[in-house]
């Protein structure tokens, strides 16, 4: 079956420091890769994604890269703010013949002290 | 374009009570998928809906139920609530021949 693990954490850094969050998949067929972020409160939010295998997702400084060799899909960010302060999702998609297979890691939590 | 939204956002039952609550999708979003969200068990698939038909469902009991209308709306129920049953729950959208979801920003269910 599809399956994702990631660092469970929690991942505490001070501001500035330079964050990796692990991500490894197992999948049937060809997934899709994603990183969701959420706040306290609130529900999921989309980070980046990537489609195809060597594909690379950004945004808001984080970056993901979609290794299919090493089914692994790490988060990473050069320099962590206080407002990162989030759990971290790292989730794949499997398209069925009917209707869709999103799978969710358990989440990390970050914690960046000022 | 206005994201998800689910009412309520808050909620407090008692046991055996049953619930039901309440998702609107992206417009144009014809798929809305339900996460149950618990500390222990992360976040857990419930079912899938698209055009009113439910695609794909997870491991849950049948006390947790749900339908689509055909303004591509959502509604969940729980019937016989249990205390495991506290957690938050939510609901995504998806336009169909796309896969990324996005998220409400969920229901919180209390059951005492």
């Known amino acids: 079956g599809n399956s994702v693990t990631q660092m469970e954490g929690p991942v505490t850094l001070s501001e500035e420091a330079f964050l990796t969050i692990n991500c490894t998949y197992t999948a049937t067929g060809y997934p899709s890769l994603f990183w969701y972020v959420q706040y306290p409160g609130e529900g999921l939010q989309l980070l980046l994604k990537?489609?195809?295998?060597?594909d690379k997702g950004s945004n808001k400084g984080f970056e993901a890269t979609y290794r299919k060799e090493t089914t692994s899909f790490h988060l990473e960010k050069g320099s962590v703010q206080v407002s990162d302060s989030a759990v971290y999702f790292c989730?794949?998609?499997?398209?069925?013949?009917?209707?869709?297979?999103?799978?969710f890691g358990p989440g990390t939590r970050l914690s960046v002290l000022p | 374009k206005a994201g998800v939204t689910q009412t309520p956002r808050y909620l407090i039952k008692t046991r055996g009570q049953q619930v039901t609550l309440s998702c609107s999708p992206i417009?144009?979003?014809?798929?809305v998928s339900w996460y149950q969200q618990t500390p222990g068990q992360g976040l857990q698939f419930l079912f899938e809906?698209?055009?009113?038909?439910?695609?794909n469902k997870g491991n849950f009991p049948g006390r947790f139920s749900g339908r689509q209308f055909s303004n591509s709306r959502s509604e969940m129920n729980v019937s016989t609530l249990e205390l495991g049953d506290s957690a938050l729950y939510l609901c995504?959208?998806?336009?169909?021949?796309?896969?990324?979801?996005?998220f409400g920003p969920g229901t919180r269910l209390l059951v005492l």
């Open positions: 809906y698209f055009s009113e038909t439910q695609r």
């Open positions: 995504a959208s998806s336009f169909a021949s796309q896969e990324t979801q996005y």
């Open positions: 417009s144009g979003h014809r798929s």
């Open positions: 989730a794949l998609f499997v398209p069925e013949n009917y209707g869709q297979n999103f799978v």
């Open positions: 990537a489609t195809k295998a060597d």
